[in-house]
Nanobody, 121 residues
Framework: QLVESGGGLAQAGGSLRLSCATS????????MAWFRQAPGKEREFVGW????????YYFESVKGRFTISRDAVKDTLFLQMNSLKVEDTAVYYC????????????????WGQGTQVTVSS
């Protein structure tokens, strides 16, 4: 089970930190990722993390601004978002897979309910 929190309203240039609380064995979250979906657009990849090794990979538009991390003790995934832009406005989802990391929604089996992030100019 995945439960996101931490969304809200931020000004352009500001920061927000999203959390994704997980429950269950490690095998189901071998790969974890963040996706986002803006109104009228398809869900898009933001970044993934190898839960065991901690390696990360990001979509080009968020590189250098967003950071994915995890707390293995607390079973929580994080997305630190800095230098926010209006175009970052979307519902953000965390996702998990027992398989290899990927950038497609079809690569992930388990999804959270999403949390809204709104960035104002």
């Amino acid at each position: 089970q995945l439960v996101e929190s931490g969304g809200g309203l931020a000004q352009a240039g500001g920061s927000l930190r999203l959390s994704c609380a997980t429950s269950g064995p490690t095998w189901f979250k071998y790969s974890m990722a963040w996706f986002r979906q803006a109104p009228g657009k398809e869900r898009e990849f933001v970044g993934w993390i190898d839960w065991v090794r901690g390696n990360t990979y990001y979509f080009e538009s968020v590189k250098g601004r967003f950071t994915i991390s995890r707390d293995a003790v607390k079973d929580t995934l994080f997305l630190q978002m800095n230098s926010l832009k209006v175009e970052d406005t979307a519902v953000y989802y965390c996702a998990a897979s027992e398989g290899p990391m990927g950038t497609l929604t079809s690569d992930y089996t388990y999804w959270g309910q999403g949390t809204q992030v709104t960035v104002s100019s």
